[in-house]
């Protein structure tokens, strides 16, 4: 294929994906379910930091999620007690555990009292053409208070190699615009230019069969080599593209 069938073809792929009927069998839907701005950008958070393994799955103990902060996230948030973080215990999802939940619970209150938001957070740390150095103080900031070693893994950083393929997924949902009904475009002091592919064994192995990424390795500088040849297809929007890429992988076994 030539660039500009690639682009045609990758074009076609977005817009058959970029749908709100992509939202049935996906996480995103969620988020979904809420309203106020910071409902749904805890909501997104927590769901994205699951979301790995069978789909279903995530959904399911996403939904349990939810509810187990009162389907009231930000209000839990902000209000929650030690009685109220004991009941989020019993809650597990693949490594991730009750201890984990309540922490992250009581990350984000800080991050909400002291930071300005989540949103403020990754605003005021991006770069001029990235969002990866934003991911990496994120982390520095999330674990700033008193924590369990084995937490800080549900957190990834760029800077230490990683691919960070939840947290880049959900910058895509808070940023690009909703258009579609699909993303949310919440968050409105960031340039989509600068994000990111959620780069997983599915988006991997279709950007390799299609001569987008020769690097082997999901990681950090697999990243970047996709990033910037979406970004040739797209300059404006480039991760747009991780609708063809996994729909291509997961739905049609590309």
Same mark, same amino acid.
């Given at each position: 294929?030539?660039?500009?069938? /690639?682009?045609? =073809?990758?074009?076609?792929?977005?817009?058959? #994906?970029?749908?709100?009927?992509? %939202? $049935? @069998?996906?996480p995103? &839907?969620?988020?979904?379910?809420?309203?106020q701005?910071?409902?749904?950008?805890?909501?997104?958070f927590?769901?994205?930091?699951?979301?790995?393994?069978?789909?279903?799955?995530?959904?399911?103990?996403?939904?349990?999620?939810?509810?187990?902060?009162?389907?009231?996230?930000?209000?839990?948030?902000?209000?929650?007690?030690?009685?109220?973080?004991?009941?989020?215990?019993?809650?597990?999802?693949?490594?991730?555990?009750?201890?984990? /939940?309540?922490? =992250?619970?009581?990350?984000?209150?800080?991050? #909400?009292?002291?930071?300005?938001? %989540? $949103? @403020?957070?990754?605003? &005021?740390?991006?770069?001029?053409?990235?969002?990866?150095?934003?991911?990496?103080?994120?982390?520095?900031?999330f674990f700033?208070?008193?924590?369990?070693?084995?937490?800080?893994?549900?957190?990834?950083?760029?800077?230490?190699?990683?691919?960070?393929?939840?947290?880049?997924m959900?910058?895509?949902?808070?940023?690009?615009d909703?258009?579609?009904?699909?993303?949310?475009?919440?968050?409105?002091?960031?340039?989509?230019?600068?994000?990111?592919?959620?780069?997983?064994?599915?988006?991997?192995?279709?950007?390799?069969?299609?001569?987008? %990424?020769?690097?082997?390795?999901?990681?950090?500088?697999?990243?970047?080599?996709l990033?910037?040849?979406?970004?040739?297809?797209?300059?404006?929007?480039?991760?747009?593209?991780?609708?063809?890429?996994?729909?291509?992988?997961?739905?049609?076994?590309?």
């Open positions: 294929m030539t660039k500009a069938e /690639l682009k045609d =073809f990758l074009d076609a792929k977005v817009w058959e #994906y970029n749908h709100p009927k992509f %939202l $049935e @069998d996906d995103l &839907q969620v988020p979904h379910r809420f309203i701005k910071e409902d749904i950008e805890i909501s997104a927590l769901t994205a930091t699951i979301a790995w393994g069978n789909r279903k799955s995530i959904i399911k103990n996403a939904s349990r999620l939810m509810e187990l902060l009162d389907n009231a996230p930000y209000d839990f948030v902000r209000h929650h007690t030690e009685d109220d973080l004991g009941k989020l215990a019993p809650f597990v999802h693949r490594t991730f555990n009750g201890s984990d /939940l309540g922490y =992250f619970v009581t990350s984000l209150k800080n991050i #909400y009292t002291n930071h300005g938001g %989540l $949103e @403020d957070v990754f605003t &005021q740390h991006q770069t001029a053409d990235s969002m990866q150095g934003a991911i990496s103080h994120f982390k520095e900031v700033e208070l008193v924590h369990e070693p084995r937490t800080t893994k549900h957190i990834s950083d760029p800077n230490k190699g990683s691919a960070a393929k939840r947290i880049n959900f910058l895509r949902w808070m940023v690009r909703n258009s579609t009904g699909v993303d949310f475009g919440l968050w409105k002091g960031i340039d989509p230019a600068k994000l990111s592919c959620p780069l997983d064994v599915h988006s991997g192995n279709v950007a390799r069969k299609l001569k987008l %990424l020769k690097r082997k390795q999901n990681d950090a500088k697999a990243l970047q080599e990033d910037k040849s979406l970004r040739k297809l797209d300059a404006t929007d480039p991760v747009k593209y991780d609708f063809a890429l996994f729909g291509l992988g997961v739905f049609e076994k590309f």
